[in-house]
T-cell receptor
């Protein structure tokens, strides 16, 4: 089954404790992306990757890191999480080129205390 | 901001009625996409309309695009309780040189509730 898998689905942690949210897709998509969703603000893009070893900042990259060492994986790293990073996070992927729909994971709800 | 804006923010209707949601945006686009999000789940792609298209259909969905007004509408006909979800428009923006590296800009969504 074609899917984007995020782990964990839920995480409660404390300020400053490094964490990684994994994302994996099995559709051989070139393009992958991370979004955060906050009430009243919609989805905002954090980082995206056009292909392996190619990453770029989205609209809200501060406090986050990503890497794309393999085509299927695109982990999101919070080196020193802070409470303002409490949010619902989504990973998405698609084929490159104009007009390709994005496939989303089911989300990771992070709470930073 | 290139973000699309959906209107209304919330819509409540009875089963069998039609639901219409609107999206306005600011920049020229390559295409506009509509997504659906069930509570607690990821977004699911519904339909895409390109900038040179005016109307598109998919099952009970009808999407229109008016590039002169920078607006789109999503019509769900004969709605069902299972259509209850948030609906988002997303613009694939163009700055006159084609797609901006494939980025999508999402609006804040319309929460649709369909009562049995």
């Amino acid at each position: 089954e074609a899917q984007v898998t995020q782990n964990p689905r839920y995480l409660i942690t404390v300020t400053g404790k490094k964490l990684t949210v994994t994302c994996s897709q099995n559709m051989n998509h070139e393009y992958m992306s991370w979004y955060r969703q906050d009430p009243g603000l919609g989805l905002r893009q954090i980082y995206y990757s056009m292909n392996v070893e190619v990453t770029d900042k989205g609209d809200v990259p501060e406090g986050y890191k990503v890497s794309r060492k393999e085509k299927r994986n695109f982990p999101l790293i919070l080196e020193s999480p802070s409470p303002n990073q409490t949010s619902l996070y989504f990973c998405a992927s698609r084929y490159s080129g104009e007009g390709q729909p994005q496939h989303f994971g089911d989300g990771t709800r992070l709470s930073i205390l | 901001s290139q973000q699309g804006e959906e209107d209304p923010q919330a819509l409540s209707i009875q089963e069998g009625e039609n639901a219409t949601m609107n999206c306005s945006y600011k920049t020229s686009i390559n295409n506009l996409q509509w997504y659906r999000q069930n509570s607690g789940r990821g977004l699911v792609h519904l339909i895409l309309i390109r900038s040179n298209e005016r109307e598109k259909h998919s099952g009970r969905l009808r999407v229109t695009l008016d590039t002169s007004k920078k607006s789109s509408s999503l019509l769900i006909t004969a709605s069902r309780a299972a259509d209850t979800a948030s609906y988002f428009c997303a613009t694939d923006a163009s700055f006159g040189r084609g797609s901006t590296l494939g980025r999508l800009y999402f609006g804040r969504g319309t929460q649709l509730t369909v009562w049995p």
